[in-house]
């Protein structure tokens, strides 16, 4: 992994975070890489719905979903583009979402590819 990756000014994936569960699962961090690999992209695909909707109380749960599991996971940039979609969607306006859904979008591809470069 090149910690040195950025998007939209963070870095992809935060070398302290991956390092600190790291020791905390005693060095086997596979799982919960993988967890996230499969199950975010349908969280996205769902979050993406819920915009198309209108349904913003959705969309805010789920872009706090992907913040907490992305951010425990080191996915820095991803993290705080969920979190800016949070508050957007809970303020009720959801404003330019097509911009912070294809942003959101390319910023899970990168982080997919850095943390399966991770666990290799």
Known sequence: MTAAKRFNGSPIVDAETVKTLTEML???????YQEFIAAAPQELAQLKQAANDENFSKVAELAHI?????GNLGADSFSKLCHSVEQSAKEGSFANSDEYLAQLSQALQMTIEEFNELIK
């Open 66 to 70: 992907l913040k907490g599991s992305g």
């Open 26 to 32: 005693g060095g086997d961090i596979t799982d919960v």
